[in-house]
């Protein structure tokens, strides 16, 4: 699986849009960009995912390079609420061997 | 509709025991996931069931082992329990296909003695 770097830690204010960057310079043509959170002693989140085109739901948008080397997660409002740890993990489409290999993630704190 | 749960929520154990935990996923789903996160890092695959099969497994000694019944709820069993068990233990669920998402749930939070 492609190996991903993330930021080890970001702060960003309440109210004003967080974009936190993932660099994924291995990565296949089959294998997807999936970001989960992890707040304090729960278990993960699903946010989103792409493989190629950039995505958008309720909680936030994935902007995906064209070479998709890298990627982007935008929180469009941040609250005091998002403040966790979010994980860009890159794994295979097939559904076979779909394993989540986790980093170290980026550690976000949303100061009022 | 619920999500993935998890049971116990906490669990103690002193070394040497064994212990198991349960997973039922989230409806619809057909495949169970079992990762290890100990404190301060990120969560570990331990392995995968599918058809009450073992798929897929990481780098985990056979001390830990699984099951996973027709219902697709599952079990993990973790045998000569050491010190360095400790961690937070996630169940995911997800349906086998193509491009397919997992869902985690709260985790079972185990301390060895």
């Known amino acids: 699986d492609a190996k991903t770097t993330q930021p080890p830690s970001m702060d960003c204010a309440e109210g004003r849009a967080a974009n936190l960057p993932c660099n994924h310079s291995?990565?296949?043509?089959?294998?997807?960009v999936y970001w989960y959170r992890q707040i304090h002693s729960q278990g993960p989140q699903y946010i989103i995912h792409g493989l190629k085109n950039n995505e958008t739901n309720e909680m936030a948008s994935l902007i995906i390079t064209e070479d998709r080397k890298s990627s982007t997660l935008i929180l469009p409002h941040a609250t005091l609420r998002d403040t966790a740890v979010y994980y860009c993990?890159?794994?295979?489409?097939?559904?076979?061997?779909?394993?989540?290999?986790f980093g170290g993630g980026t550690r976000v704190l949303v100061k009022p | 509709d619920a999500g993935v749960t998890q049971s116990p929520t906490h669990l103690i154990k002193t070394r040497g025991q064994q212990v198991t935990l349960r997973c039922s996923p989230k409806?619809?789903?057909?495949?169970v996931s079992w990762y290890q996160q100990a404190l301060g890092q990120g969560p570990q695959f331990i392995f995968q069931?599918?058809?009450?099969?073992?798929?897929q497994r990481g780098n985990f000694p056979d001390r830990f082992s699984g099951h996973q019944f027709p219902n697709y709820s599952s079990e993990l069993n973790v045998n000569a329990l050491l010190l360095g068990d400790s961690a937070l233990y996630l169940c995911a669920s997800s349906l086998l296909q193509e491009g397919d998402t997992q869902y985690f749930g709260p985790g079972t939070r185990l301390t060895v003695l």
């Open positions: 993990i890159v794994r295979p489409s097939k559904a076979a061997g779909n394993k989540l290999t």
């Open positions: 291995t990565i296949s043509g089959n294998e997807y």
């Open positions: 409806s619809g789903h057909d495949t």
């Open positions: 069931y599918y058809e009450e099969e073992e798929r």
